[in-house]
């Protein structure tokens, strides 16, 4: 399963969009919630804990979690700052309990956090990068520098601005991953289970450019190069013809690659994934 997710604002996403294959072969399918054109980011929490189907590899498109390695903090000079991923969800789930829809607003707009972040309005705090940074982008994770290394352009997590940007997909996605409790867990911030499902990061750019596309066109809005795309990583192909959203084929695409990326042994043991690395900043499911 590809979750292509979305931090923007209001109870219901068009950019949400849930794609779904198993091991039998068949193309993958979009799934909708019942009774609605669009998902909420509680329909997917309720889905992933009532609903999932056995045994199921989730891939959720948002970063699991903030830098911590460059500075050995998440928010350096902070005293509150959490010790690791877990506890740095629950920090943002219960700064922002008031906050509908799990969204953020409330832990970017806090008095002590805001310093970490570039928000909208040219308001960029004072902590957005380190003293020392070497560009201007904002700080980024281990696993973010792995992605660019294959040609990606990846975003800081502490970064809420621009069309490109991530950070508020982030953090509403560390509210859902709080509020799974545990009861599926994420990878590599918990072990991988001998079995049953578990949820990872991803990238769906990674997933295309396994498509034979290139990085800078990762993002398909036709249904005849989401089909090249398929058939490049072995499904079969989606019905219809003419336009799609590039949400759509975000999660199509990255569904099916998961199906052939699951079973290979070096995408569950990166070699710059120690411990404390797991424990802190988590990775991206297929970055080098």
Known sequence: MAIDWSGARGARQKGIAVALCSDAGEAPRLLQPEGHAH??????????????PDDTLV????????????????FPGWDDSPADARQLWALIDT???????????SFVDHHEASAYFRRHGGREGSLFHLPDAAHRRGRM??????????GCKPYSNFNLVGAAQVGKSSLTGMRLLHRLDG???????DPLPPSGSVVVEIYTTL?????????????????????????????????????????????LVT????????????LWHPAELTDELA??????????
Do not use: Y
Not at 39 to 52: K, P, Q
């Open 207 to 251: 997933a295309a450019v396994a498509a034979g596309r290139s990085a800078s066109r990762a993002k398909m809005i036709d249904r005849e190069s989401l089909n090249a795309a398929l058939q490049a990583l072995g499904s079969p192909p989606v019905p219809g013809i003419g336009a799609i959203d590039d949400h759509s084929t975000d999660a």
């Open 95 to 105: 700064i922002c309990r008031d906050d509908p829809h799990l969204s953020a607003t």
């Open 279 to 288: 424990r802190t900043e988590g990775w991206t499911f297929g970055a080098p």
């Open 59 to 74: 891939g959720l498109d948002l970063g699991i979690s903030l830098p911590f390695t460059d500075a050995g903090a998440f």
């Open 141 to 150: 994770r281990v696993t973010e520098e792995a992605q660019a290394r294959v």
């Open 39 to 52: 998902w909420s980011r509680e329909d997917v929490l309720a889905m992933l804990l009532e609903h999932l």
């Open 183 to 189: 009861r599926v867990p994420v990878w590599p911030v």
């Open 255 to 266: 569904a099916a690659w998961l199906r052939t990326a699951a079973h290979r042994e070096d």
